[in-house]
Nanobody
């Protein structure tokens, strides 16, 4: 397993931007996928975005498409989530996740159960 540490959450006004970072350690991340999920109070954890580690291709939840961008820096073993045009409904704890097995499919990685490694979470609040 890799260890994941997120940073970059905070409080921002609606319409603003934040960038989350997630650094992987323990061993070099070489394949599979890294993703972002979020969990609002009283709700289940939901998929936000995923990136295929080797080629950098991405997939997003409809609710964030066009506003959020997931990217990765292979040299730093780090994945990012650039969040623009934030809305109050984006308020949640954001979790980074990693699966270092060979890539499966975008549909597979929209499931919480697809990922074996998780970060501790970082709070994002978009105030109206």
């Amino acid at each position: 397993q890799v260890q994941l540490v997120e940073s970059g959450g905070g409080l921002v006004q609606a319409g603003g931007s934040l960038r989350l970072s997630c650094a992987a350690s323990g061993r070099t991340f070489r394949s599979g996928a890294m993703g972002w999920f979020r969990q609002a109070p009283g709700k289940e954890r939901e998929f936000v975005a995923v990136i295929r580690w080797t080629v950098g291709s991405t997939y997003y939840a409809d609710s964030v498409k066009g506003r959020f961008i997931i990217s990765r820096d292979k040299a730093k073993n780090t994945v990012y989530l650039q969040m623009n045009s934030l809305k109050p409904e984006d308020t949640a704890v954001y979790y980074c996740a990693a699966d270092d097995r060979p890539w499966t499919s975008y549909s597979y990685y929209q499931q919480v159960s697809a990922f074996g490694s998780w970060g501790q979470g970082t709070q994002v609040i978009a105030s109206s």
